[in-house]
């Protein structure tokens, strides 16, 4: 069984631009988490999906991150424009439900640097 | 509020020796700790969980972690440190809500031979 998969696995771009990242989570996961880490940072939470809808999106910095999740599968995350700041590692994660005691399979993550 | 504390950026044992990994937390309600680890080019990977059961937890390759509440710790062990074990690993609690994890800052363990 394929895990969670996330592309790309780096991207660098110039501010100002725009990036998507993009995030397939286990099959049959209706949760689906992004969490960013700045470099020297922890992880934060980012965003939670329950199928298509946001449930809970405290974690996003700002409204230039956009998170989709069409049709309850792949996710994306859009960065426009991009700034400085934004670059880091941007982590995908899924689990079957919701609980808190339920592991959470984390992607391998993309690398996001702005120049 | 959730918070976790890491304590040590960077850990560093020989091989065979005891590997010790500090976490603090802070919850508001009764705790879900986590050990996840990252090898390099890897995602996160978890190595135990605490869910308010035994507070002794055991978890894969070796390692365990004992929930003391009284000390509001969750640290991690293993008896014996292989090559293997050197990677990243960070402690996390879940949130007040019960589903978005709060990760400490990671502590990079590095084993000599």
């Known amino acids: 069984e394929a895990g969670v998969t996330q592309f790309p696995s780096h991207s660098v771009i110039e501010k100002g631009q725009t990036v998507t990242l993009r995030c397939d989570p286990i099959?049959?996961?209706?949760?689906l988490y992004w969490y960013r880490r700045v470099m020297g940072k922890e992880i934060k939470f980012l965003l939670h999906?329950?199928?298509?809808?946001?449930?809970?999106e405290s974690g996003m910095p700002n409204n230039r991150f956009l998170a989709e999740r069409t049709g309850g599968t792949y996710s994306t995350l859009k960065v426009q424009p991009a700034e400085l700041e934004d670059s880091g590692v941007y982590f995908c994660?899924?689990?079957?439900?919701?609980?808190?005691?339920?592991?959470?399979?984390f992607g391998q993550g993309t690398r996001l640097t702005v120049v | 509020a959730q918070s976790v504390t890491q304590l040590g950026s960077h850990v560093s044992v020989s091989e065979g020796a005891l590997v010790l990994l500090r976490c603090n937390y802070s919850?508001?309600?009764?705790?879900?700790l986590f050990w996840y680890v990252q090898y390099p080019n890897q995602g996160l990977q978890l190595l135990l969980k605490?869910?308010?059961?035994?507070?002794l937890v055991k978890g894969i390759n070796g390692f365990e972690a004992e929930f003391k509440k009284s000390e509001t710790s969750f640290h991690l062990t293993k008896p014996s440190a292989h090559m293997s074990d050197a990677a990243e690993y960070f402690c996390?609690?879940?949130?007040?809500?019960?589903?978005?994890?709060?990760f400490g800052k990671g502590t990079t363990l590095s084993v000599s031979s």
């Open positions: 994660a899924s689990s079957q439900v919701v609980w808190a005691d339920t592991e959470a399979f």
């Open positions: 099959s049959g996961h209706d949760n």
């Open positions: 999906f329950v199928k298509e809808s946001k449930q809970d």
């Open positions: 919850s508001s309600v009764p705790p879900y």
């Open positions: 605490y869910t308010s059961a035994a507070t």
């Open positions: 996390a609690v879940a949130g007040e809500a019960g589903t978005a994890l709060i």
